[in-house]
């Protein structure tokens, strides 16, 4: 069981997302890279969220936390697609 609690500060969008924390929302110069490497930048960049990996495959949740990034890797664990809150 995880501690996490999804935030979404009455936000709907990542842009409203980052107006309110002042972080950033995504991470597109991560696609390709190793998915530990992409959390480890993406936690420097925005200490606030919880980092997620989403495999090959795998059911998740389609609700929209202002403190959660989604990484979906591939099936060699490289990051497949553009990281953003969510």
């Known amino acids: 069981m995880s501690d996490f609690t999804c935030q979404s500060f009455s ?5 409203c997302c980052a107006m309110v924390s002042s972080h950033r929302y995504e991470w597109p ?4 890279l ?3 490497r992409a959390k ?6 925005n200490p606030e969220v919880t980092v997620d990996f989403i495999r090959p495959g795998q059911g998740y949740f389609m609700d929209f936390c202002c403190n959660r990034v989604r990484i979906k890797i591939d099936g060699h664990g490289k990051v497949a697609s553009t990281p953003m809150i969510g």
């Open 11 to 15: 936000c709907s969008s990542r842009k």
């Open 29 to 32: 110069e991560v696609v390709g």
């Open 34 to 36: 190793d998915g530990l």
């Open 40 to 45: 480890q930048i993406i936690i420097s960049e």
